[in-house]
């Protein structure tokens, strides 16, 4: 089958400038597929004009959530919190065809397929800790006291859980039971906003920052779930690495002031076919 399996994260569109370029994109193939790994904004009236946007224009979109997307900002609307916001931007993708962490896996059957499509939503634990903390507590005191403080201690709210990390066990729960139970023996694109490894953290300028960036605890899934790439975002450095053999894309497009730098905003990277050389 013809077309591409692209991938974008970290749109941001309450920007204006990103706003603009997502308004913009279009597919090169009516067949070509869209993975959206998060970040898409943080109203929720804004992460459905996107997601819809991008649903009448690629043939497929799988969504993951982000961050921002579960932040609760005073001047949005909507005012839910932690996972019934989450639950609700799930139907909203439901209403609009995109596929989401809590659908069926979607198969990509076009160039460089058949693999299973595995959109993860996951959070953090704080286990990506800086050096000198051994706990959650000295993590953050490390951080605090470097001034490193992520906005998701005051607008990611983890309702009903006691804590966002309290939340990530559940989640990391629920989709290891999924991802028993797919029933495939198909290789596997794991899709998830935040890294699944930790290394791809050490390049952050604030070390600190890492324990808001995933969790070890999915250290080894690329291997377990046999992954052909994985996607993710969250980080704002777009790249391509290697570990154990497997290829990790990081997509996102991030805010004007860090794109203007690289020469503009950047475009949905293909993950299959893998680009050659």
Not at 7 to 33: K, M
Request: with cysteine; glycine share 8%.
């Amino acid at each position: 089958m013809p077309g591409t399996l692209l991938a974008i994260s970290d749109l941001h569109v309450g920007h204006a400038a990103n706003r603009e370029h997502l308004a913009a994109l279009t597919p090169d193939d009516p067949d070509d597929w869209l993975i959206v790994a998060g970040d898409v904004g943080e109203r929720a009236a804004d992460v459905e004009w996107a997601l819809g946007t991008l649903a009448e224009r690629y043939a497929g979109v799988v969504w993951v959530p982000g961050n921002h997307e579960l932040w609760t900002p005073r001047n949005d609307p909507d005012q839910r919190r932690g996972e019934e916001r989450y639950l609700h931007l799930v139907e909203v993708c439901r209403r609009l065809g995109v596929h989401t962490p809590e659908d069926p896996y979607p198969v990509w059957r076009g160039a460089g397929g058949p693999v299973q499509l595995v959109p993860l939503f996951l959070l953090y634990d704080h286990s990506f800790r800086p050096d000198g903390a051994s706990t959650k507590e000295e993590a953050l005191e490390i951080a605090y006291n470097a001034g490193i403080i992520c906005t998701d201690e005051y607008l990611l709210h983890p309702d009903p859980y006691p804590t966002r990390d309290a939340w990530c066990r559940a989640r990391l729960a629920y989709s290891e039971d999924r991802l028993a139970a797919r029933g495939t023996d198909l290789p596997t694109v794991l899709v998830n906003h935040w890294p699944l490894v930790r290394e791809p953290t050490r390049v952050l300028r604030y070390p600190e920052f890492a324990q808001w960036c995933g969790t070890d605890r999915t250290a080894d899934w690329h291997l377990k779930y046999d992954a052909a790439a994985v996607v993710y975002g969250h980080l704002h450095i777009p790249r391509t690495t290697e570990y154990d053999g497997v290829r990790f894309e990081e997509v996102s497009v991030g805010y004007p002031r860090e794109w203007n730098r690289r020469g503009g905003p950047a475009r949905p990277r293909a993950i299959l076919p893998a680009a050659q050389g």
